[in-house]
């Protein structure tokens, strides 16, 4: 049973980041390296596998805003500071574990997402991402099912275009992997009635130029629809 399945099956009206992920990867969107752990030693564990810096997160079905929880907590470089902000995190309400996850280096801050309209059904959406999504509000969206040249298309559309380029020092984005993202969450809104939306923010663009989803919520509806 995917994600999607198992998490109406509880009654669940969304993903855990670990669960979304896994279904987006699924759909062979690139996601971060990362371990979910139940306990403080087996945080830092995860954590000295993985190699040193990591971000720790709280993990839980319930828990769609994790920085306002102060839920996030960057560049953790040793497994006792992991440990160590393991066992806060498990106090937050709705933690259900820890995620471990690798340190995505990269300036640069992109939102893919899903949404569902009531009258013209599912739609992609491309923007600019990160913290400052809501106040810089620069993002296209396009009707799915996408074709590749509409995802391409998509790319170009947005006002700040140009951090698609060469940026700081960094190689330009690799475009054609972020249209199969985006062509990937059309194909997703096709096939998947139960998701009502996706939120893949951010997804980073590595220095080498690879996209990589390091935060994903998926939202579903209260009950499947009919016939599936």
Not at 77 to 92: F, H
Not at 170 to 194: C, F, K, N
Not at 204 to 220: E, F, M, N, Y
Request: net charge negative.
């Amino acid at each position: 049973m995917n994600p999607v399945d198992e998490a109406l099956a509880k009654g669940r009206p969304a993903l855990s980041e670990h669960a979304a992920k896994r279904f987006l990867a699924g759909f062979g969107i690139p996601v971060s390296r990362e371990i979910l752990a139940p306990d403080p030693d087996a945080a830092a564990a995860a954590a000295a596998a993985m190699g040193f810096p990591v971000v720790l997160k709280v993990s839980g079905a319930t828990l769609s805003h994790k920085t306002e929880l102060g839920g996030v907590v960057l560049n953790l470089r040793s497994p006792e500071d992991v440990r160590d902000e393991a066992r806060r995190l498990l106090t937050i309400g709705g933690c259900e574990a820890v995620l471990v996850q690798e340190m995505v280096r990269g300036e640069r801050e992109l939102l893919c997402g899903l949404t569902r309209d009531a009258q013209l059904g599912p739609c992609v959406m491309f923007g600019l991402g990160g913290v400052l999504t809501e106040a810089l509000e620069d993002a296209v969206f396009r009707l799915a099912p996408l074709a590749p040249a509409d995802a391409l298309e998509m790319l170009q559309e947005i006002r700040g275009a140009k951090i698609l380029g060469p940026f700081r020092g960094e190689a330009p984005a690799d475009l054609p992997t972020l249209s199969r993202i985006l062509v990937a969450l059309g194909e997703i809104g096709r096939q998947y009635d139960a998701v009502s939306a996706v939120d893949i923010n951010p997804v980073k663009i590595r220095p080498d130029g690879a996209p990589v989803a390091v935060d994903a919520l998926i939202s579903l509806r209260s009950a499947p629809p009919a016939g599936r």
